[in-house]
Structure formats: structure tokens, C-alpha cells
T-cell receptor
Framework: DTGVSQDPRHKITKRGQNVTFRCDPI?????LYWYRQTLGQGPEFLTY????????KSRLLSDRFSAERPKGSFSTLEIQRTEQGDSAMYLC????????????FGPGTRLTVL | AQSVTQPDIHITVSEGASLELRCNYS??????LFWYVQSPGQGLQLLLK??????LVQGIKGFEAEFKRSQSSFNLRKPSVHWSDAAEYFC????????????FGAGTILRVKS
């Protein structure tokens, strides 16, 4: 257990529905990262926060995706109008500071879009 | 472009045999280097990391890795594999200059035969 939790662990939804995932990082960490992992691939970076500020978004993150980190604590990742191609494992990682590159990953949320 | 190559998709070794998993990277600067392990349905666990200094680094579970700048490589080794080491292994690179976001390889699936 890395101390990073994600909820839900599994989500099955129908195409066109909206879904929201939550990540609770290690409490003293000010950086939070989202990655997406599809079958047979390594995780791909989506976005990251330092405290409540979203500092970077990948081009993978279409306008149907939005992430927030209110008050610099937990984060949510929302996908609107889901598509079958959104089916993947969504991983959250917690990092300490700008100079501390080490990241601790949560167990992930597996999304299946039917 | 930043990329990580793990040339071996699958590797099978006998229990008790030695192991080497290959990792090559392409990056703008000398990156920070990581090896993560992922068991089925689980998140990623950090095995070891290299930031600077001694190019041979020790990690958890008896793993070690060697950074070779001239070859842009960071290969993972273990002298004697245990059946519990069967999992998928990911090499990753990052750097504070790029927000510490990690770029992952596609992974190597390790099978251990008894």
C-alpha cells in the first residue's frame, strides 16, 4: 500500500455517459499526476497538479477530459461523453516536491466503456 | 522526442536463474531513471531509481540496475529469480525540468518457470 487511494476501482459505463474518478494522494505531497494505461502498454502521462494548480496537460487529454484538484488535496478526473476508446486503467500518482521525482502510484481505476 | 524502449515483450526464466531486463531511452538531458513492477490488477510499485552518482543502484526485492550513459541504457538485474517475481516490469524516465512527468516503456512481462 503506497498510501495513494483511488475510487472506484472498477467502473463500467455505457458509451455517451459521464464518469468521474477520485484520487487521494499522500497527504504531505503537493504534486499529483494522472496517467492512462491501455492493455499491453505502459502508462501515458495525462496531466499534473502542483497543489491546486494544473501545470500541464497532455495532448492525449481531449476536451472531453477535465481534472481538478480543489484545495490541493484530492483530485478528480472526469470524462464526458465516454467513448469505447476511453476504456483503460486510469492511474494516479503522488509526488513530493519539484525536485523529488519519485512518484507513488495508486491501485488505479479500470474503466470499461460498453 | 522523449521515449523509452524495452525490447523484450516477454521473458521466461527458470526459478533460481539470473535475470536481466533491458531498457534504452531517448531524452533531452540525462534523465532520472526508474524501474517499476506491476502485478496483475495492481498499481505500480517502485523497485529502484537513479538520479545521480554511483551508476549501480540497489533496489527492493534484491533487484539492481546499472546506468550506462554511453549506451543510454538502464538495465534491471537480479541474480536469482523467485516465482513471486513473475509480473510486468516498466522502465521510466523523468526530470524536474519537465515537471517530473514520467515517460514509460511498453513493459516486459516476466514469467518464472519452476
Amino acid at each position: 500500500d503506497t498510501g495513494v487511494s483511488q475510487d472506484p476501482r472498477h467502473k463500467i459505463t455505457k458509451r455517451g455517459q459521464n464518469v468521474t474518478f477520485r484520487c487521494d494522494p499522500i497527504s504531505e505531497h503537493n504534486r499529483l499526476y494522472w496517467y492512462r494505461q491501455t492493455l499491453g502498454q505502459g502508462p501515458e502521462f495525462l496531466t499534473y497538479f502542483q497543489n491546486e494548480a494544473q501545470l500541464e496537460k497532455s495532448r492525449l487529454l481531449s476536451d472531453r477530459f477535465s481534472a481538478e484538484r480543489p484545495k490541493g488535496s484530492f483530485s478528480t478526473l472526469e470524462i464526458q461523453r465516454t467513448e469505447q476508446g476511453d476504456s483503460a486503467m486510469y492511474l494516479c500518482a503522488s509526488g513530493g516536491t519539484a525536485l523529488s521525482a519519485e512518484q507513488f502510484f495508486g491501485p488505479g481505476t479500470r474503466l470499461t466503456v460498453l | 522526442a522523449q521515449s523509452v524502449t524495452q525490447p523484450d515483450i516477454h521473458i521466461t526464466v527458470s526459478e533460481g536463474a539470473s535475470l536481466e531486463l533491458r531498457c534504452n531511452y531517448s531524452y533531452g538531458a540525462t534523465p532520472y531513471l526508474f524501474w517499476y513492477v506491476q502485478s496483475p490488477g495492481q498499481g505500480l510499485q517502485l523497485l529502484l531509481k537513479y538520479f545521480s552518482g554511483d551508476t549501480l543502484v540497489q533496489g527492493i526485492k534484491g533487484f539492481e540496475a546499472e546506468f550506462k550513459r554511453s549506451q543510454s541504457s538502464f538495465n534491471l538485474r537480479k541474480p536469482s529469480v523467485h516465482w513471486s517475481d513473475a509480473a510486468e516490469y516498466f522502465c521510466a524516465v523523468g526530470h524536474p525540468e519537465y515537471g517530473n512527468k514520467l515517460v514509460f516503456g511498453a513493459g516486459t512481462i516476466l514469467r518464472v518457470k519452476s
